[in-house]
């Protein structure tokens, strides 16, 4: 299964002379992404290709010519709006979509293709480099703080032992 596929209505009106089309559909993929950060003209496209295409080879050249920019004027630009860039966002956004699909108990070896790496140790020391930690512990972190939530608000007991377990020391 692969998750960066392209959504072929997003990229017909981006290249259609329809300005009301495009307008339409700006607006309604700001909504619908959150991105409301890249209101302005081509970085939002490049984001949102980003978005659907995270296992794509992005070169800054690519990028630049898909908003419509010169390379080192799209690079300016990025930064300025996102205060990263291309390729750290890039980057980022590739590690989020790894812990998403993680979360779902997804193989590291699966999720690399997907998001644009070409074995699980080359996601593991980008996602250690941006999260902190590897995939594993990472994980389990998340497991223990949901967890933790489960516990509190089912009052904090605990079927088996009645009041809630600590997952930290304090």
Known sequence: ???????????????????????????????????????????????????????????LVDMAALAGMSRARFAVRFREITGETPAD?????????AQRLIKQGWQLKHIADDVGYGSASALTRAFARKVGCAPAKWLKEQQEI??????????????????LLKTHPE
């Open 146 to 163: 949901g967890f933790s939530r489960e516990l509190e608000t089912s009052g904090g007991q605990n079927e088996t032992h009645g009041s």
């Open 1 to 59: 299964m692969k998750i960066g596929k392209v959504q072929p209505f997003a990229s017909s009106v981006r290249n259609s002379g329809d300005e009301s089309a495009k307008k339409s559909e700006k607006h309604r993929l700001l909504k619908k992404t959150g991105m409301g950060i890249f209101k302005k003209r081509g970085v939002f496209w490049q984001a949102l290709a980003i978005h659907e295409q995270p296992a794509r080879d992005w070169k």
């Open 89 to 97: 966002y890039l980057a980022s956004w590739r590690v989020m979509t």
